[in-house]
């Protein structure tokens, strides 16, 4: 859906650029993972390795980061660093400080991209002042628009300047999970394939699914051209095929993303 291919035959695979997933951890022993992997910080348990129990993060980073190795899947940005901070337990749920503690060494480490595949139907200040550094810091922050069934989108994605993703289906169908209002892009996120931490690959849906697409897309604009990054909102739009209502719209935003479509 999102015509990859034409970057990847052009080389451009995500070299150099590095990604934090802000999740539940990382599988790393899966087939599809190898030294794009980095070794990431457990902020949940501190002094322990970032070990995935739930899954989630392995399914994000597998859209994001699996190998081409004729196995599996391929991942949108298989040549990008790619850091795994675990926030969330297994079941999913995390502390804010925690989170703060992720951004603030995101900062400190020179991430070019924060994933965060997870949403809070509360605003935090605290949080939003600590993406508000990061993205000062010229880090730029994609998070999933929450799974709403039509409700509200969530936070962190609600923050300006954070890049909202919300899902789609294979047909550019809204998710029946998907919630409206302050919407960026749309992006694959119903029943798509990715890594998972039995050593398989699972079948899973959602905008938490939706937004590691868009950082996938957005490591390959930047390898293309790194100076982009300030502008990387237009440089998306610029690829945008429309959806739903003309022009950005509170439920697909300004569309979804063929990278051959330019």
Known sequence: MINTEAFWSSGITGEGINIAILDSGIYADHFDFGPQMKEGVNFVNKGQPPIDYGGHGTLVAGIISAKHNNLGIDGIAPSANVYPLKVLDKWGNGNTAHIIEAIDWCIEHKIDIINMSFAMDQNSPKLERAIRKALDANII????????????????????????????????????????????FSAPGVDVLSTSIDNDLSFVSGTSIAAPHITGIIALLLQKDISNKSDIYNELQAYAIDLGDKGKDPYFGEGTISLINK
């Open 141 to 184: 922050v994609v998070a999933a628009a929450m799974n709403s069934y039509g409700g509200d989108v969530g936070y962190p994605a609600a923050y300006d300047g954070v890049i909202s993703v919300n899902a789609i289906n294979y047909k550019k169908k809204l998710s029946k999970t998907g919630p409206h209002g302050k919407i960026d």
